[in-house]
């Protein structure tokens, strides 16, 4: 059954472009898992410089990028090459080469009337639980900036077990769990920052 959201993540060993990859050796970082339709394709292609582009910034989070498609090996290590030689880009981060489909359809990856990957983005915490989980369709690529926002915030959940509103931003306030007690409701709204019993500002 595919994985779903707060579920531990799938363990799986398979070949990359950096050799054979066991998932559960990650555990204690962070993980962006993401899947592309194919390689040698338009869209993709701007993905995977755009993930270079951002490698720095991922690794000051901690955040290990681990790419994925049903493409062989070979296929892979062409296409990368290919980036190189006529982009001047390496691609610094393992891409996995899922010619059975088993990590794919466990990570719910799969589009199965067309056989290939869709294009997925699962954020794996240390725990190697499944934190998020998002789609994009074909045609639209994704955006690293979002995808690094999303990632600042749940680091900064995860140290400050705090929520965060609509268009947070890494140095601006987090928000306190609602309290689940009439009581808790009561004592909440004569707290600093509450501005209502079930909203609470808390400062970064």
Known sequence: MPVHLGQKA?????????????????????????????????????????FTENFNEFKKLGVELIGLSVDSIYSHIAWLKDIKEKYGVEVPFPVLADLEKEVAREYNMMDEKVGTTVRGVF????????????YYPAEIGRNMREIIRVVKAFQFNWDKK????ANWEPGTDGIASAPNTFKGALEREKEAGAERWYLKRVKA
Not at 123 to 134: G, K
Not at 162 to 165: R, S
């Open 10 to 50: 799938p363990d799986f060993t398979i070949n990359s472009t950096q050799g054979p990859i066991t998932f559960s050796d990650y555990k204690g970082k962070w993980v962006l898992l993401f899947s592309h339709p194919a390689d040698f394709t338009p869209v993709c292609t701007t993905e995977f410089m755009a």
């Open 162 to 165: 705090l929520a965060t509103p």
């Open 123 to 134: 954020l794996i915490d240390p725990n190697q639980t499944v934190r998020w989980m998002v």
